[in-house]
Structure formats: C-alpha cells, structure tokens
C-alpha cells in the first residue's frame, strides 16, 4: 500500500487537458452505463444548539476495466476559514478492483475534489456554452470560484471575468488572486445581475441555502454551471431557471433530484432532464440557436472521484 500527501498529489495532478481528458472519460463511461455508482452517503454535523457546523460526503464509482476504484470521504466546514482553515478537506483511497485490497491512499485534503469540481464544469462549459464565449460571471469568491475560472481557460477564450459576492474583502482577494495567478482581470459588481449582464457563461460556487441566482439575471444565449447544490439543504437557483431554460443538464439525474438543484423544485419537474455523461459518450451538443439558455447542475459524482484518483495515482506510480 502506497500513501501520497497532498504535495505529491498536487504536483502529480494539475488543471490541464490531460486531467481534463481523465475526467471526460470518466463521464462517458457514465454515459455509456459502464459505472457502478451508489448514492452518495452524506451527513451533516450539527452542535447541540442545532446550528449546522458541517457536513461529510462519501462517493465511490467502479469504471468497467479500470483495475482501480475509489472511496472519497469529503467533508465541508464552511465557517473554517474564520480559523484560519480551508472549508474543504478529507481523503481518497483506491482499492483494487480485482482483489479487494488497499492500493493507496491519496491524503489530498480536499485537493483532488476542487480539481475534479473544476474540469467537470469545464465539460459543462465545452459540451452547453456557445464556441464564442469569452466573459464569465462568477457567484461566490472561494477557491472553487478562481478554479472554475482558470478550467474554463482550457476550452473557451476567457478574457473577461465578472464577480459578485457578499463579502467585499473576499471579493477583492479574489480579484488579486486572479490577476496574479492567471493574468486576468476581474470586476467587482455589487449584484449577481449586475455580474451576469455581460456574461455568456455564469458559475455559481456558493454554499447558499437560497437562491442566489434568479431567472430575470440572466440574458439569452448565457450558459449556467451550478456547483454549490451537492447537500439537500444547499439551493443556488431560482426554480424559475430550470422550468425556462431552454435544456437542463445534470450530472446524474437521480443526484440531482435527491440532494441537487431538482430536489428544491416545487411539484414535478416536467421538462426534460439530460444526463451530462449522457451527451459527452454521443458528442451530441444541444445548443442549436446563439440565443437559448443551457442549465447545468452539478453536484459532483462517485464517477468523477474514481477518474481523477486512478489518473493521479498513475502519474504518481510512473514517477517513482
């Protein structure tokens, strides 16, 4: 059994094309309904005044004829960074699949969740935005906002970022960070509809239990990536968004009806549900006219944590 902390995994495993690619195979796999993949196991932490202090996630997926799967747990503290600590964290281990034994652990601190997060709405972006998209909107001002950024560089020509969150300090880091690390500018606007007037593509990255993005926001032809909803208590869009959107994608249907997006709209959802995996294995792209609305809701798969585990422990295996 190998154990790797998280300087070798991040050294290992970068936001690239190569990760990217690793990612997109794991969602065709999906798609094509060579995965086995359980519900994700979650529970929230509660303190004795019944305030909510955190939360933990467990996903796992088996890919048909990889050697290798992998078992995440994840946890998300969000009032952490008030002690000087990250909200994410946790850990993946790969068993092998033929055997049953430990290969490796992955002590990642959350690392490879934000990489995977962030490819994955890349995909998104690839797979539902227009080919001319260069501005982005982003709601929230945490690491998982500045990643979405700088994967989305890795398939459309973004050269514009605009940014809306409650905090202005935060804000303001953001915009430092994103000038520094990848030479871009970021203006600050004091609503999410402010933010999205001169976007083709809006990521909302917030652990909000309420809406933060609404229907009357959003201008024709705009693509929207949704990964904040991955617990059944979080909400980042107006229901209204996904009943007017022209098509609504999912990275699992059932997920997002349990703990996603779905889970909050009122009623049945009538319209039609695609899978992401789904359109990635046929290389079918919705979008037929410049001015439709493309919805999709993330909430983040056992799939996902298997593929970019397994890609990761290769490159850290081949350089040994």
């Known amino acids: 059994m190998k154990i790797y902390n998280k300087q070798q995994i991040s050294t290992a495993a970068r936001l690239n094309h190569d990760a990217l690619r690793a990612v997109e195979e794991g969602f065709v796999a999906l798609g094509r309904g060579e995965v086995s993949m359980p519900p994700v196991l979650s529970m929230n932490i509660t303190e004795s005044n019944g305030d909510m202090t955190g939360e933990v996630d467990i996903k796992t997926a088996h890919i048909k004829g990889n050697e290798r799967f992998a078992i995440k747990v994840s946890t998300g503290f969000f009032n952490n960074p008030a002690l000087g600590l990250p909200s994410l964290s946790g850990l993946m281990v790969l068993f092998s699949a033929r055997t049953g034994v430990v290969d490796s652990v992955l002590f990642d601190e959350g690392y490879l969740t934000d990489l995977r997060t962030a490819l994955a709405g890349a995909l998104a972006a690839k797979y539902l935005s ?39 300090e935060r804000m303001a880091a953001y915009q430092q960070r994103m000038s520094e690390h990848h030479g871009l500018e970021v203006i600050l606007h004091d609503s999410a509809r402010s933010a999205c007037a001169k976007a083709d593509i809006v990521v909302t990255t917030t652990p909000s239990t309420e809406p933060v993005l609404h229907w009357a926001d959003l201008k024709p032809g705009t693509h929207v990536t949704a990964m904040g909803s991955d617990n059944s208590h979080k909400q980042e869009l107006e229901s209204t968004i996904l009943d007017q959107a022209d098509f609504m994608v999912v990275d699992r249907r059932s997920q997002s009806e349990s703990i996603g997006e779905l889970h909050h709209f009122p009623g049945e959802f009538h319209g039609q549900v695609h899978e992401l995996g789904d359109l990635i294995a046929r290389q079918h792209y919705l979008r ?27 490159r850290l295996s081949a350089a040994v």
């Open 288 to 314: 037929t006219d410049p001015a439709q609305i493309t919805v999709c809701d993330l909430s983040g798969t056992g799939v996902q944590d298997t593929a970019i585990a397994n890609y990761t422990a290769g």
């Open 130 to 168: 227009r080919e001319d998209s260069h501005s982005v909107a982003v709601i929230g001002a945490g690491l998982q906002a500045e990643l979405q950024v700088a994967a989305l560089t890795l398939v459309r020509g973004i050269d514009q970022v605009h940014l809306y969150a409650r905090n202005p």
